[in-house]
C-alpha cells in the first residue's frame, strides 16, 4: 500500500539504535506512539511486535520535540524517495545532527 502523505527519513549517524516514535495527526488531534520495531515488512508480517499510545502529556511533548529537531537533521537525514532511493535532505538552515544534538542534551544534564 502506497500513500501520498507519508514521509520516511533515516537519520544513521554515530549511533545506530534509533527512535521508534510515530506521531499521527496535528493540534489537539496528534496521538504519539512509541513502539518495539519499526515499519518494515520483516516486523509486521514475520514478527510479534507491540506499540502503545503516550498518555503523559509531559512525556508526549518530550517526543514531540525530539521529533521535530530529527525532522530539522540536516546532517545525516535522508528521505526515502517513491523508487526506494534515499537522498540526503538538505536545505539552507543552520547544520543540525539530531544524533549529536541528543547527545549533547544528555550530556549535559
Excluded at 525532522?71 to 543540525?96: A, C, H
Amino acid at each position: 500500500m502506497y500513500t501520498d502523505n507519508i514521509e520516511v527519513r533515516s537519520i544513521v549517524g554515530r549511533f545506530l539504535e534509533h527512535s521508534r516514535i510515530y506521531c499521527f495527526g496535528e493540534g489537539e488531534d496528534t496521538k504519539i506512539y512509541i513502539s518495539s520495531a519499526d515499519m518494515m515488512t520483516r516486523n509486521t508480517t514475520h514478527r510479534v511486535e507491540i506499540a502503545t499510545p503516550i498518555l503523559d502529556e509531559k512525556i508526549a511533548d518530550r517526543l514531540t520535540d525530539m521529533l521535530r529537531i530529527m525532522l530539522q537533521d540536516n546532517v545525516k537525514s535522508r528521505l526515502l524517495k517513491p523508487d526506494g532511493t534515499y537522498i540526503y535532505f538538505e536545505n539552507d538552515q543552520q547544520k543540525i545532527d539530531s544524533q549529536m544534538c541528543f547527545y549533547d542534551q544528555a550530556y549535559n544534564n
